[in-house]
């Protein structure tokens, strides 16, 4: 059954994939009429999508195979840990993850640390309910909650820290809603791909109540090509 599944999700990511290439292409017949970073835009745009494929089929290896599960941990677990002291997240506080995937690796992280509250969100219906059968075999309920959610629209007001992960997409419309709908003086954690991280502070900036208090890159884990930033903000 698991093989049939993830076969069904990586032939329509390839799908995806495809569409997202032609889309590039078709783009590319009019660079002579558009602005020189174009192609530049368009890279990353291309690099945005392959990762975000690529996390997508790691999260569905490492819920179902525990070998997987152990080699992501290790590589990007250690890495969330160390952004978390870095960051000096504190316990006792009410934590959104938008974007938590298939295997909700920040939930568990923070839940193995920090005696916290913690709610995972996507808007991939089949990646929320592979996330709660996880949490419910390995008993983590009481810790984590999952539901479907958009970053776009989602209510944060009741939460003291909300991280938005790199795949959270669309990321800038879903910073938007965050940095106005966020209560003040929360903590929000942005993660992002390096190659992308200008267009993060650009949003920052237009939001003159958000500060940017640390900046921290992680280099590349597994067999991604570039690594990526964490912005620790706090709203005034």
Same mark, same amino acid.
């Given at each position: 059954? %698991? ?13 995806? !994939? =495809?569409? !997202?290439?032609? #889309?590039? =292409?078709?783009?590319?017949? +009019? /660079? ?17 999508? !392959?990762? +975000? ?7 569905? /290896?490492? =819920?179902?195979?525990?070998?997987? *599960?152990?080699?992501?941990? @290790? ?11 870095? %960051? ?26 920090? #005696? ?10 089949? *990646? ?16 984590? +909650?999952?539901?479907?959610? =958009? ?7 009741? %939460? ?10 669309? @990321? $800038? ?5 965050? %940095?106005? #709908?966020? @209560?003040?003086?929360?903590? $929000?954690?942005?993660?992002? /791909? ?9 949003? $920052?900036?237009?939001?003159?109540? $958000?500060?940017?208090?640390? &900046? !921290? ?7 991604? /090509?570039?690594?990526?930033? *964490?912005?620790?903000?706090?709203? &005034?």
């Amino acid at each position: 059954m %698991f093989f049939k599944t993830t076969t069904r999700n990586i032939e329509y990511d390839i799908r995806y !994939m =495809n569409k !997202m290439v032609k #889309s590039a =292409n078709d783009s590319c017949l +009019n /660079l002579q009429t558009k602005k020189p970073d174009v192609i530049v835009r368009l890279l990353i745009f291309l690099t945005n999508r !392959m990762s +975000n494929f690529f996390w997508g089929i790691a999260d569905i /290896l490492s =819920n179902k195979f525990d070998k997987f *599960a152990e080699i992501y941990e @290790k590589s990007i677990g250690s890495e969330y840990i160390t952004e978390y002291k870095t %960051f000096g997240l504190s316990q006792d506080k009410k934590v959104l993850h938008i974007g938590c995937g298939a295997y909700p690796l920040t939930e568990m992280t923070l839940a193995k640390i920090f #005696s916290t509250e913690v709610t995972g969100i996507d808007k991939n219906l089949k *990646a929320v309910k592979l996330a709660e059968e996880f949490i419910h075999k390995y008993k983590l309920d009481d810790k984590i +909650n999952i539901e479907h959610g =958009n970053g776009v629209d989602y209510s944060a007001n009741k %939460f003291d820290v909300i991280i938005i992960s790199s795949c959270a997409y669309p @990321k $800038i419309k879903i910073l938007h809603h965050i %940095f106005k #709908s966020a @209560k003040k003086q929360s903590i $929000i954690v942005v993660r992002e /791909l390096d190659i992308a991280s200008n267009d993060i502070l650009e949003c $920052i900036d237009s939001h003159e109540d $958000i500060i940017l208090e640390k &900046r !921290m890159h992680h280099p590349a884990p597994l067999l991604v /090509l570039t690594g990526w930033d *964490a912005f620790f903000l706090i709203k &005034r």
